[in-house]
């Protein structure tokens, strides 16, 4: 994100600053617009992997409830026998959110990987 922030024209908030706009007004109407792609991206990539998370629920949490699907598919292994069917399902649950949204914000999220590795 500091890439991407950088690499707003200095010249569009100057522009922005001539015409009179506030710095709240430069930077939703002038800046937001601008680094949207990459504010896509992390957007996706911190849904990635704290959707993923296993470790820290594993160890913190007590509750059956309240733990994530991760650490529930872990759960169907058995010490004498596997639910293969049950980790299947736990599997495709846990990913088809994953997909979803990547296939929502694909275009977003190319453009903003690929904008903050140019130079």
Same mark, same amino acid.
């Given at each position: 994100? %500091? #890439?991407?922030?950088? /690499?707003?024209? /200095?010249?569009?908030?100057?522009?922005?600053?001539?015409?009179?706009?506030?710095?709240? %007004?430069? !930077? @939703?109407?002038? @800046?937001?617009?601008? @680094? %949207?792609?990459?504010?896509?991206?992390? #957007?996706?990539?911190?849904?990635?992997?704290?959707?993923?998370?296993?470790?820290?629920?594993?160890?913190?949490?007590? #509750?059956?409830?309240?733990?994530?699907?991760?650490?529930?598919?872990?759960?169907?292994?058995?010490?004498?026998?596997?639910?293969?069917?049950?980790?299947?399902?736990?599997?495709?649950?846990? !990913?088809?959110?994953?997909?979803?949204?990547?296939?929502?914000?694909?275009?977003?999220?190319? %453009?903003?990987?690929?904008?903050?590795?140019?130079?």
């Amino acid at each position: 994100m %500091r #890439t991407v922030m950088h /690499d707003v024209p /200095d010249e569009l908030i100057e522009a922005s600053t001539m015409d009179g706009a506030s710095l709240v %007004r430069t !930077f @939703v109407s002038v @800046v937001l617009p601008v @680094v %949207r792609p990459g504010l896509m991206s992390l #957007t996706l990539i911190v849904f990635l992997f704290s959707w993923q998370e296993y470790l820290l629920p594993l160890v913190v949490l007590q #509750t059956e409830a309240l733990k994530p699907i991760t650490v529930g598919a872990a759960s169907l292994q058995g010490r004498y026998g596997v639910d293969y069917g049950g980790i299947a399902a736990a599997g495709l649950i846990a !990913f088809a959110p994953l997909v979803i949204l990547f296939l929502l914000l694909q275009r977003s999220f190319v %453009r903003g990987l690929s904008a903050g590795a140019v130079k």
